[in-house]
């Protein structure tokens, strides 16, 4: 088998092994977590050592389930990646569920120095149960980088779309409008003509700058009063075969510890042995 991937070494995406209490109809992770028995916290950290070594600067990111509605057990995995790392958290800031207001502020400012940013899931339509925004602000005020994840799953008009804008903007300056990814391909990924979303955004909020059109995802920047609002499109899967390799740019770490090389069915496992030989390419 052999790996091509960016720069840096692949980004690591860990499932942890606790789940979250929502139910988004655009969820990929949420069966995983329908058998929990097998899930290790141990493995993972076993895991998250192996792609420190093979590539000690690659981006990790923390992801579930809820990684915030466990406050020791996301100690243990941030302690288990050293600094040369990049950390991001995906949350919907559990603390009318699972976490205690305080212990979420005592957790970020103890661990600030090594989380590059948090990431808040918020869509338009109320699909995840969510704290009061004034948390995003208190969390913005200790120091802690927020962006506001939104994906546009659903049909939406654009008073629905502005008045997210408004609330959001109250609170936090960046946001990222994330496409439906399951309706992403190699041929539309680029096809900006053709995205509503994209049209959209160009009439309403005019100019734009584009992110990057990399293999397998772009992104494009505009502004929304101080808002700034990112269009972010990717494809539902992470693995492109080329030429006979394997152009691999996202690992995925299941709850269980075991590392795959896509999203989907529990993925393919990866080649570990392989992947200490990949070669690295500028990222496309
Ligand atoms: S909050 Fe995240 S993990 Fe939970 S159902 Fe929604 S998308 Fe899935």
Redesign the pocket.
């Given at each position: 088998m052999n790996y091509v991937t960016r720069q840096g070494g692949a980004t690591v995406t860990i499932l942890v092994p606790w789940d979250?209490g929502?139910?988004?109809p655009?969820?990929v992770?949420?069966k995983d977590y329908e058998h929990m028995e097998t899930f290790s916290l141990d493995k993972i950290i076993e895991s998250i050592g192996i792609m420190d070594e093979i590539t000690p600067e690659c981006d990790f990111v923390i992801?579930?389930?809820?990684p915030l509605s466990d406050l020791v057990g996301l100690q243990r995995i941030i302690d288990a990646i050293p600094s040369t790392h990049r950390i991001f958290i995906?949350t919907?800031i559990p603390v009318n569920t699972t976490t205690d207001k305080d212990a979420l502020f005592s957790f970020v400012t103890r661990n600030k120095a090594k989380l590059t940013e948090i990431n808040v899931?918020r869509h338009i339509e109320p699909?995840?149960i969510e704290c009061e925004d004034e948390i995003l602000k208190k969390l913005i005020d200790l120091g802690i980088n927020i962006r506001v994840n939104c994906v546009l799953f659903d049909k939406f008009t654009k008073e629905q779309i502005y008045a997210f804008f408004d609330r959001m903007s109250n609170y936090v300056s960046k946001i990222q409008l994330r496409a439906n990814y399951t309706n992403c391909t190699l041929e539309n990924l680029y096809d900006l003509e053709a995205d509503e979303i994209f049209c959209f955004l160009r009439e309403n909020l005019g100019e734009y700058t584009s992110l990057g059109e990399y293999r397998m995802r772009c992104g494009y920047a505009f502004n929304y009063k101080n808002l700034k609002v990112e269009y972010h499109k990717t494809l539902p899967y992470s693995t492109i075969k080329e030429e006979g390799k394997n152009i691999l740019y996202d690992i995925i770490l299941r709850q269980t510890g075991l590392l795959t090389s896509d999203w989907n069915e529990y993925g393919v496992p990866l080649d570990v042995e392989a992947y200490r030989n990949v070669e690295f390419e500028v990222y496309k």
């Open positions: 979250c929502n139910f988004c655009f969820c992770n949420k992801s579930g389930g809820e995906n919907t899931s699909y995840v």
